[in-house]
């Protein structure tokens, strides 16, 4: 379960709406300038991000978006499952058929190993929260709030 795109895009938006100042809205132009990125999927990333209850968007000048609860409260799996929803039970990692359980997956050691893997990308996705992340956890870029002080 490697994030892909949208997902990336989805974490970045988290991350620059936790370390935002509190009252301070983030806007997709400010994203999609800051990690590179065409600003209509960024505002894309943010509408499902507000359907699934994890942003807050406020329209018009001034406006913006905002996490919808703490940072402290929302973890990375959170995020990356509004985008990346867990497999079903029964599903084969390996097969790429949807819905379909596999026939002998006691005899695929393979999939056991992907289905462990997996297992460990989703317990620590689900350790670290989007703080951390915005804290400065592993990432190599400072987020936006660090320079709202000079824009201001």
């Excluded at 050691?109 to 297992?119: A, G």
């Amino acid at each position: 379960m490697i994030p892909g795109k949208s997902t990336r895009y989805a974490l970045y938006a988290a991350i620059e709406m936790a370390a935002a100042p509190a009252d301070a809205q983030v806007t997709a132009a400010q994203v999609a300038q800051r990690y590179g990125i065409p600003v209509t999927v960024v505002a894309k990333v943010f509408q499902q991000l507000v359907r699934a209850g994890i942003a807050v968007g406020t329209r018009g000048t001034g406006g913006g978006y905002q996490l919808a609860r703490r940072a402290s409260e929302l973890t990375m799996l959170e995020v990356i499952e509004v985008f990346q929803p867990a497999r079903p039970v029964g599903d084969c990692s390996l097969r790429g058929h949807p819905g379909r359980p596999c026939r002998d997956s006691r005899a695929c050691r393979l999939r056991t190993v992907f289905d462990e893997v997996d297992e460990q990308l989703r317990n620590t996705f689900a350790s670290i929260t989007v703080e951390t992340l915005a804290c400065g956890g592993r990432m190599g870029t400072a987020p936006l709030a660090n320079t709202f002080a000079t824009t201001l």
